[in-house]
């Protein structure tokens, strides 16, 4: 049974964790493959709101189980803590979440840097560390959970890693306090954390071979991928489907299809280019209907119009066949619509997101003006339910981009999904 990747098709925060969670019920292994407790999947469930950061959406049902592949870096105090809070909700975690090894480890100096940084005037990070967690990978210079769990050369390699570093953290004068929070407590966490440990490529290829059905659950989105974002304002890993290869040890002839998930307009947080974005007044009421804030940070979120550019690039670069469309009920009340399907830069109609960072944020949204639709859809259950203008919007948007709406979801809730036709395994 081919596996299926569920991607951000915009900048992070589509609704990934309801899609993930929902999708989760026919799965039985959820992993992830990138990012690390930047991410914030929210789910609503029994009544009850979850904020997962480092976990996949997938442990919140009952037979599944979830992996962190290799891609994933972890921070060992905030995934105990994710896991205690887990539990404290009566959520079995022990037995059911395995973590790859060569996973790195997000250590507190990493997480100084990127708030130095930062302060100094970065780029608008979740200030968890990532960035400089990636950076000392690729520079080989970075602990990896096996090499967390023996000690002594954990002593060595954060040493070395500190003393590289000292200029930096001793002139904000946080060298003294980032030696002690490393080695703090270190041995409980590595007690912690030692159970967790498995080879996640193995254990998926082994699902694969054995029929089971998995689903990789993608963070953040693909105009935060470091390689096809909105570079330089972006997160450090790849998020983008084939980050399920090489982020959890996975051949692409193992990868079935993918789904792309969208939000029915568009939002980001933290600084960099945002064609769509809407005025001030108009993005603050979809904000409030929306409640868009950051499920990580409680940062606001900046608000657009739905971006047929953008999302055309994004199916294209993860190959998604189909999308899931998120919080349509927010638009509720909107009127008219405004959808974009070109940009002007440089006197130029271009219809592919430009590279250039500087026609990216230069770039005019052309749009076109669809009627908008009012109501309560949040009980809406089939694509009949729904009032026509809303039908037409989704209809605009298929033609447009040349791909399938396979789920629309109208609430927060797992029920508030309207399912729409096959989804690769899911069917
Ligand atoms: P970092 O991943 O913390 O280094 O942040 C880099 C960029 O990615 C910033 O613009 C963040 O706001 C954004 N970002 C990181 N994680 C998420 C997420 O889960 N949702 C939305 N944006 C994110």
Redesign the pocket.
């Known amino acids: 049974m081919p596996a299926l990747v569920l991607v951000?098709a915009q900048?992070?925060?589509e609704g990934k964790g309801k899609i993930a969670h929902y999708l989760s019920a026919r799965a039985h292994l959820v992993a992830r493959y990138q990012?690390?407790n930047?991410?914030?999947?929210t789910v609503v469930f029994g009544g009850r709101t979850f904020a997962l950061h480092t976990i996949p959406s997938g442990i919140l049902v009952p037979r599944v189980r979830c992996a962190l592949g290799n891609g994933v870096v972890i921070n060992a105090r905030a995934l105990r803590e994710e896991v205690r809070s887990l539990e404290r909700a009566g959520v079995r975690v022990r037995g059911r979440l395995f973590i790859s090894p060569l996973c790195h480890m997000v250590l507190p100096y990493h997480v100084l840097l990127?708030s130095i940084r930062e302060e100094a005037g970065g780029?608008?990070?979740?200030?968890?560390?990532?960035?400089p967690c990636y950076e000392d990978k690729v520079a080989r210079l970075g602990v990896r959970l096996c090499d967390f769990l023996d000690e002594r050369l954990f002593a060595e390699l954060a040493e070395r890693s500190l003393a590289l570093k000292s200029a930096e953290l001793a002139k904000a004068r946080r060298l003294r306090s980032a030696r002690a929070q490393t080695f703090a407590g270190a041995r409980a966490l590595r007690a912690f954390l030692r159970p967790f440990a498995a080879d996640i490529s193995a254990l998926i290829d082994e699902a694969l071979s054995r029929g089971r059905r998995v689903l990789f659950e993608g963070?953040?989105?693909a105009m935060?991928d470091v390689d096809f974002g909105t570079y330089p304002?972006?997160?450090?890993?790849s998020p983008a489907a084939g980050g399920a290869c090489v982020g959890a040890g996975v051949g692409p002839t193992r990868i079935g299809s993918v789904i792309a998930v969208s939000k029915a307009y568009t939002?980001?947080?933290?600084?960099?280019p945002f064609p769509t974005e809407m005025e001030p007044a108009a993005a603050r009421r979809l904000r409030e209907a929306g409640r868009e804030y950051?499920?990580?940070?409680g940062?606001p979120?900046r608000i657009g119009w739905l971006d047929l550019v953008q999302l055309r690039y994004a199916l294209r670069i993860n190959g998604a066949e189909r999308l899931a469309f998120t919080k349509l009920d927010t638009l509720s009340g909107v009127d008219p619509l405004l959808v974009c399907t070109a940009y002007r830069v440089r006197q130029r109609v271009l219809r592919e997101f430009p590279c250039s960072r500087r026609d990216a944020q230069g770039a005019e949204p052309l749009y076109e003006r669809l009627p908008g639709f009012a109501g309560d859809i949040s009980k809406a259950r089939r694509m009949g339910e729904l009032p026509p203008n809303a039908r037409r919007y989704l209809a605009f948007a298929e033609r447009r981009l040349g791909a399938g709406i396979a789920i629309v979801s109208v609430g927060p809730g797992r029920e508030q999904t309207i399912a729409r036709g096959p989804l690769g395994w899911t069917s």
């Open positions: 951000g900048w992070g925060d990012g690390g930047n991410a914030g999947h990127d780029i608008g990070t979740t200030k968890k560390g990532i960035g963070a953040q989105g935060l304002f972006v997160t450090s890993s939002t980001r947080v933290g600084r960099g950051g499920a990580t940070t940062r979120r």
